[in-house]
């Protein structure tokens, strides 16, 4: 119990990491508790568990582990941190949970994976999901399916990517398991349910009995759309909205909209794999297809059609195949090659989709052209190709081409043309098919309906119907208004017959108008849809302002009330007055004037016209009441305006009566429904008026009143077309006047500007100065609503005049257009509302619609174009001068420029730069001159001028930009972003092109409300650009970070990291989040927002992100600007720009107040990603000699991940003073941030060397100061320095060691010294070597000071690359023609000399004799004895040695007393001083190697290497000490697995300790790794681990608890993780040499034997993985060292305890089968062993009172045999006798050897015991020769080692120390007589003589080794690699200590181990010196 009471107290996080199974399940029930408990999903208690959800879910324990996945299930569907397992914990879940055997742990794994879906992070789950599929384990692969099925079925297809799950669908149902095969099917169902028919193509390949299976369920598939039932996070108020329609049962609609967005979502085109095509076109295509037989050219396209008939094409360019198919089809004469180019064509289209579009436009006339023949199968062959091109492209961007066409006059063409025009129309959607589209092709097709031929008129029915069908009656007729009823009842029937692509049910046309455009893109403009969400939207309380503000453009992506039945519902009631126009016949005069009888008093009527002007003046009072009195329905509005225009009509000369009679037909137009017939009739009279002094502004009123009414573009044109069909310039000037006022109020919709240019051309011409300066001022109206373009009309007025409009057109600019106030009467509200949606789009079009245009494309003649392709570079420049003057001259251009665009397009690579920008302006020129309609030429000629922006020239990469930028003025920027060309260039690696596209779009995004969603496919190459290696690319792509994801959001950029790398996906999710915060909010559909709460600005899907602080108000700071916004939003139309700029602002307003979070962002693998950046050259390397400005950008960007935004302002501010506080900053948070800091550190540093080059010194004081702590707080913190922060840090610091000011240097000084506790000496030696190189000489002086200090520290290791040739650069400078310079340089070798003797001069070289003297000179003045030195420096320079073992990444082999720290004592492998100054080397030396002398040495690694080393990088629980022994770098360096052990090895062999401790138990961690180590490796490493426990000077050192206590886990590290057999056999050996070692202390055994005990204890679970043979051999050699009574004799009963308890417990585990496990034992009656298991056995048995037959039969009759062992003794007694006696010796023992061959097992020993020791071994010898003489002669000859049995036993007995290891290598002091003794037994063996002494004497002074046993043998054994693992194993397991020993011929007999480890040490003394001289 004592043990539950443990952990019952621990933490729950640190129970769910317990080794207790039952601990962790504890945990698991308490965790799961507290996540439910836990109500803040931003709790920080969720990140304590980051780290723990893997091993939740992949626990070993089965029980626990379903509990780990409950609790797992709580943390992912609460925590706001959960997203960041998702990789790990899935991948456990496939891996550890689908393979369980129990089905509820199945089911929790599935609900994790849809959890995490759910969570928003389905990629990776998705990922993980298919990785299971490549298991190998069935089961997995089942459980991973079904998991994806679930997915499917319960997120739809939307969330769950479908593409990858079919590319291994066919692969599954390959699969040999039925299970697999099975479940695989059931998925092809989910999916065929979401996608239909699309998953057929990539299913054909499969087996046919399994497709026909399929086919059979797919039947059975409901055809309902299938719905989503659980929904994202970001999802819940669709969730919401789902729960109310089904509720509500209002499900139709919604179900529709949803199917409309779901179903179609995957293409089978999309699944598919695209073919490559072009380069297996036959090599001869291209003559075959212009050869004269038409066989050939028939062959040619047959080649074409087969390539073409693959589904997918992948892109390339095609323009050429297309030019030579288009050929075909326009010129060819043989109809049948015409029918197939067109087939090819089509293919073409089909097989490249959106990438055909660019050569749409070339190829549409052609097609249209040929349709005048009439053979039914070419005619059908151009159907297909023009419906399969149309799908590649937009309807908008071919509408010239076709329009064109329209009027050919062969009616077969008009007659297809219209059929592919309403073929095209069934694909648009009211959003696709604008106003400004419908308008030109109905005009025309209206023409075709009054068409002689009735096939043409038929097809023009047709296509009208289908544009009725598609737009709705709304926007289609306004178009219709003259059709007679015959024809528009025609067009009506069609409509009902069409069948719409996008599935519209013909009776729900009207109702869900409004949906496409709410639901999908919002409508380009003037669509249905927007009419009716406005009118919802604008709710009854602001009912007339909110139309009113409108100035135009789409309605935002939020849905409004529209979407909801009632909006809906409303707004269809109120379509009858709207959509209809007021049309009125004109009535004769007689019948007005009985209407107007009718409703007028008669009075009045008679007063009219009399010649009374009082009486006119009665009547007209009359007439007005009854106007006002009367309602609109029955107000005659024509009859009464023509009553007024009676005579005297507007020729009234009484002006009271005039201004009267004015008034009343604005009162009429207000109030009756006043038709444009109606106003004829007034207009011309108030024109008259207009200028009347005393009328004007009554008939200006009336005129307004009748703009309202009949809306103003009409009743403007009819307006000015009467003022200047007029002479009166007073008139003219008002009407002018007039409309400038009207156009103010109104807005600009519809305005007819053509007819004003003229007239205002007309009035700019005019005498009378008024009439010019009127229309100065209307234009400068009309410039705020068309803009410069206006300009261009009037270019070639006088100069004067042009100036004066130039002025006026200054002062507007930078006006807003006014929000218009009417136009939106009471009756026809839709009027006014639809002019102003077209107003955006119109305005722009109509401008440019009226230029007058020439077309060029006949003076494109075919020798321009052959010039422009000369290979003359002076002929091309004339082609394009030529060119340009075409342009020049025309002004304004029709689109058709035949051949030029591919002209052009090859000069834009032309190799002279010159003609490159020549092209470019020539292109710029083009866009101006072609206007809109160079659209059709973007993706021909705009993306390759896109490609020069990657010119290496910056003035052509800026003409390139100029010319993108006119060009996007033209077009927009849709055409642009749609298809793939733009992700294409970015992808190109090419900086220029890079940061200028990047620039380009950062600039235009944010302008665009809506963006095609091709953007996305930019998004991945925008993320490597953010990883460029190039800093502008860098910043650009960040900077236009924010305006992507203001179009894509968030979510959808965050999903697109799925792709990235790791470490990648992590800075750029960062970035992400920052760009988050920086987003700005999309430009507002003008000026809506006063109408409804702020919010409305931001499209509701990123309201979360700007707009929600405007919706609360709460927050008091930032409501501020609230007000503020709404009135810039309802006053002005251009809101875009402000609300941009306020959204931009606010974050780092907010971020300027609040400096309380983290200075330094710790980003997860930030710094090792831009050290890999570095290494691989992606980023400049930080290495200078004055900073550049690209070093400092850089950095910055660097930061901008990882340094709070405010304090990086400080760092880079240009005001040293910012430095300063930045640095005050740094200071103040240094405590607080430690792990920020480090994660940063490289930047910290980087930055701090910038500072080191500012002239300030108050900068540099204060930069020092914060180097001071941060190093000291490193130091603490145990951190090393990474190469890259030292090497771009270091050479910096050291240039300011020559600082002119003491106080400076002195500082830099302490810095240095403080680094070597952070970095190894011997680096920062090579760092202050370079810095000894200065032209500063007071640098070099500091310089060569400071490297005396290091080596008078560190010792001579500390010199690098040698100390030879270290030293002999330092004496260089002895000659230093400054003094402090020689001084130091001397003072620094006499230090040397000081440590280490006259050896110095050896190193230094030749020396000139001056130099020589001054040495020698300084030397003798110095006169200091070399071995007193470093002992008087321990002592004065505490603080630099206490961590000389962290830095000195060597050992320093000098003479014992010369150690520096007590702890590198322990270290000190105590060889001889001569080894002191040979390289060190991370393993020890490996002599065969260097020498070369023998070729055998293999340095392979082990079989180790197939190990998962994975666990070995992760930390290993060592209280305390926090050492980071494994750099933060490791995975750069330690790529393979071999190089991993090897640095950890390397570690091993560390000398600082705690490095040390914390590599071995990395080995010791990973359990794979800790078999491998062999029973002689961990003898010598338990060794070395005890003597250090038992070290008294550990104890002394600070931390010297903290490293017993490390120590100590690890030895239980060591005992449960290695291979038990070897363990057990080690410590069995160690406890033998402990307690034969006479100078051994009692506590090394006492602790070897409390292992053994803990060994014991682990028995119960071990015993069947132990190799009991082994273990029992290794005890028999114990007993038979130690027998009973020798082990009673000793001081502690300790050691007889631990082996009784050790054999009692192996006995117990094992029973009478115990006796089966003395194989390895040759001799048992050697020791007491079998006898002692057998009494232990009986013992147990009489226990038990078992019988003896139930033991199996061998236990029970070698139990029987010992029962007789009366008889025994008696025979035994009677051999011995014979053996005492002299004759008979040799027939005694031959008996005995007969006798102990067939009695194996009988027990001499009892017979011995009283003889004396000589006999003993005399009667051993004895049978060991006959034994030998018997069997072993043949088998000794052959045999190269002698087997580990007959060893031993030739050492006679009487020794006392037969010993496992004999030459005792571990250095325990053995008494030497022993040995004497041994040898002398042995020589006299051999037959050898005695009496030479002088053999011993080697061996002698080899045993006297000092008395402190050392850890030599264990860092040893660690330090020659792994792979030298086996060969030590081997050796022990056959006791075989040393390979060196001989074997005499004929007797087993071996000399002594000891002698040949002496031979061996002189031998490797020879060698070592052979080495040094070789080396000299």
Known sequence: MGDDSEWMKLPIDQKCEHKLWKARLNGYEEALKLFQKIDDEKSPEWSKYLGLIKKFVTDSNAVAQLKGLEAALAYVENAHVAGKTTGEVASGVVNKVFNQPKARAKELGVDICLMYIEIEKGEAVQEELLKGLDNKNPKIIVACIETLRKALSEFGSKIISLKPIIKVLPKLFESREKAVRDEAKLLAVEIYRWIRDALRPPLQNINSVQLKELEEEWVKVSSAAPKQTRFLRSQQELKAKFEQQQAAGGDGDGGDDDEEEAVPQVDAYELLEAVEILS??????????????????????????????????????????????????????????????????????????????????????????????????????????????????????????????????????????????????????????????????????????????????????????????????????????????????????????????????????????????????????????????????????????????KPGGPPKKSKPAAAAGTGGAGAKGKKGPETKEIFESELSIEVCEEKAAAVLPASCIQQLDSGNWKERLASMEEFQKAVELMERSEMPCQALVRMLAKKPGWKETNFQVMQMKLHIVALIAQKGNFSKTSAQVVLDGLVDKVGDVKCGSNAKEAMTAIAEACQLPWTAEQVVAMAFSQKNPKNQSETLNWLSNAIKEFGFSGLNVKAFISNVKTALAATNPAVRTSAITLLGVMYLYVGPSLRMFFEDEKPALLSQIDAEFEKMQGQTAPAPTRGISRHSGGSGDDGEEEEQEDVGNDVVDLLPRTDIGDKVTAELVAKIGDKNWKIRKEGLDEVASIINDAKFIQPNIGELPAALKSRLNDSNKILVQQTLSILQQLATAMGPNIKQHVKNLGIPVITVLGDSKNNVRAAALATVNAWAEQTGMKEWLEGEDLSEELKKENPFLRQELLGWLADKLPTLRTVPSDLLLCVPHLYSCLEDRNGDVRKKAQDALPFFMMHLGFEKMAKATGKLKPTSKDQVLAMLEKAKANMPAKPAPPAKASSRVGGGAAPAKFQPASALTEDSGSNTMESKPDPKKAKVGGTSSKTKGVQGKKILNKPTLKEDDDKSGPIFIIVPNGKEQRMKDEKGLKVLKWNFTTPRDEYIEQLKTQMSSCVAKWLQDEMFHADFQHHNKALAVMIEHLENEKDGVISCLDLILKWLTLRFFDTNTSVLMKTLEYLKLLFNMLSQEEYHLTENEASSFIPYLIIKVGEPKDVIRKDVRAILNRMCLIYPASKMFTFIMEGTKSKNSKQRAECLEELGCLVESYGMNVCQPTPGKALKEMATHIGDRDNTVRNAALNTIVTVYNVHGDQVFKLIGNLSEKDMSMLEERIKRSAKRPSAAPVRQAEEKPQRIQNISANASMLRKGPAEDMSSKLNQNRNMGSHSETAHTVPREFQLDLDEIENDNGTVKCEMPALVQHKLDDIFEPVLIPEPKIRAVSPHFDDMHSSIASTINCVISQVASGDINTSIQALAQLFQVESLAREASAGVLKDLMHGLITLMLDSRVEDLEEGEQVIRSVNLLVLRVLEKSDQTNILSALLLLLQDSLLATASSPKFSELVMKCLWRMVRLLPETINSINLDRILLDIHVFMKV??????????????????????????????????????????????????????????????????????TEKGASRIEEKASKAKVNDILAEIFKKIGSKENTKEGLAELYEYKKKYSDADIEPFLKNSSQFFQSYVERGLRLIETEREGKGRIASSTGISPQVEETCVPVSTHTVSSSIGNTNGEEVGPSVYLERLKILRQRCGLDNAKQEDRAPLTSLLSKPAVPTVASSTDMLHSKLSQLRESREQYQHLDLDSNQTHSSGIGTTTASSSSAAANIDDLKKRLERIKSSRK
């Open 1682 to 1751: 130690f027998p009973k009574e020798k082990l009673k004799q000793c001081k502690s009963e300790f050691p007889i305890r631990t082996l009784k308890t050790l054999l009692h417990t192996l006995c117990k585990l094992k029973g009478p089968k115990i006796l089966d496990h003395l194989t390895m034992i040759e001799n048992r009656n050697e020791s007491e062993l079998e006898a002692h298991l057998c009494r232990v056995m009986k013992h147990s048995m009489d226990q038990t009172g078992s019988k003896a037959d139930k033991d």
């Open 280 to 549: 297996k076109l036959p090599k001869d295509f291209y003559e075959k297809i212009e050869a004269k037989k038409w066989q050939e050219r028939k062959e040619a396209l047959e080649a074409v059609e087969l390539l073409v008939k693959n589904p997918k094409l992948e892109s390339g360019d095609y323009a050429d195949l297309v030019k030579v198919l288009k050929k075909v089809v326009g010129k060819d004469t043989n109809v049948m090659l015409v029918a197939l180019a067109a087939k090819c064509l089509a293919g073409l289209a089909s097989g490249l989709r959106k990438k055909f579009g660019q050569y749409a436009g070339h190829v549409v006339p052609t097609i249209l052209e040929k349709f005048k023949e009439k053979k039914p199968q070419v005619v059908q062959a151009l159907q297909e190709a023009i419906d399969a091109i149309f799908l590649t492209t937009t309807l908008q961007n071919i509408s010239e081409d076709v329009l064109a066409v329209m009027d050919n006059k062969n009616p077969t063409i008009k007659q297809q043309t219209s059929l592919f025009i309403a073929r095209s129309f069934r694909h648009c959607t009211p959003s696709t098919l604008p106003k400004s589209l419908l308008k030109p092709f109905c005009a025309a097709l209206l023409k075709h309906i009054n068409d002689s031929a009735p096939e043409v008129r038929d097809a023009g029915f047709e296509a009208l119907g289908t544009a009725l069908k598609v737009a709705g009656e709304k926007a289609v007729n306004p178009f219709l208004a003259d059709v007679d009823k015959l024809k528009l009842d025609r067009i009506k029937e069609c409509a009902e017959k069409v069948e719409l692509v996008y599935g519209k049910k013909a009776g729900a046309a009207e109702k869900k108008e409004g949906k496409p455009v709410a639901g999908k893109t919002p409508a380009l403009s003037g669509t249905a849809g927007d009419k009716e969400i406005k009118d919802a939207a604008a709710k009854p309380g602001p009912q007339k302002k909110a139309p009113a503000v």
